[in-house]
T-cell receptor
Framework: DVKVTQSSRYLVKRTGEKVFLECVQDMDHENMFWYRQDPGLGLRLIYFSYDVKMKEKGDIPEGYSVSREKKERFSLILESASTNQTSMYLC????????????FGPGTRLTVL | AQSVTQLDSQVPVFEEAPVELRCNYSSSVSVYLFWYVQYPNQGLQLLLKYLSGSTLVESINGFEAEFNKSQTSFHLRKPSVHISDTAEYFCAVSERGGGFKTIFGAGTRLFVKA
């Protein structure tokens, strides 16, 4: 079974803090994704990575950055957290084609106070 | 550009009743279509997908969806729902022939009542 794990289920941070969200997959997938999920908006793509050290901006990259130093690990970084970044963050991985299924982690619910 | 519209944000239904969750998409190229399900406090998981061939696809737990190219729709149906089907359902589309992005709809929350 494919397993995608995220470092925290719940996280509370203060405005201005630097926040790291970690995601690890165990299926040797090339592609990895970070989404945020908000009620009524579905999933919106923040960043994706199609290989180690490769990344592309998604639809809402402002205020975020990412790092992929190893194939299995994809990190999302909030350089200076703001209250409008309070959300559910979902990580996913997929083989290297658009026909492939995305496998999701359980999500991290981030609250920024 | 691609887009996905899920026409109902919430669908309440009684147990053992049929249900249809509607999804329409727009795209200038051919697409792959997916339905994902998110149970409470979990990540999304694939329910079924249409890649090519027969326009009717089925899941292992009794859901089915039909790709209708002329109406650009991919509605999800189940003839008899269970309490355990209570979840949020997301329709998604990926572009054929390349590209990395999958576009997700806003989701439909299915409530199954006893």
């Amino acid at each position: 079974d494919v397993k995608v794990t995220q470092s925290s289920r719940y996280l509370v941070k203060r405005t201005g803090e630097k926040v790291f969200l970690e995601c690890v997959q165990d299926m040797d997938h090339e592609n990895m994704f970070w989404y945020r999920q908000d009620p009524g908006l579905g999933l919106r793509l923040i960043y994706f990575s199609y290989d180690v050290k490769m990344k592309e901006k998604g639809d809402i990259p402002e205020g975020y950055s990412v790092s992929r130093e190893k194939k299995e690990r994809f990190s999302l970084i909030l350089e200076s957290a703001s209250t409008n970044q309070t959300s559910m963050y979902l990580c996913a991985s997929r083989t290297g084609t658009s026909v492939g299924t995305q496998y999701f982690g359980p999500g991290t619910r981030l609250t920024v106070l | 550009a691609q887009s996905v519209t899920q026409l109902d944000s919430q669908v309440p239904v009684f147990e053992e009743a049929p249900v249809e969750l509607r999804c329409n998409y727009s795209s200038s190229v051919s697409v792959y279509l997916f339905w994902y399900v998110q149970y409470p406090n979990q990540g999304l998981q694939l329910l079924l997908k249409y890649l090519s061939g027969s326009t009717l696809v089925e899941s292992i737990n009794g859901f089915e969806a039909e790709f209708n190219k002329s109406q650009t729709s991919f509605h999800l149906r189940k003839p008899s729902v269970h309490i355990s089907d209570t979840a949020e359902y997301f329709c998604a589309v990926s572009e054929r022939g390349g590209g990395f992005k999958t576009i997700f709809g806003a989701g439909t929350r299915l409530f199954v009542k006893a």
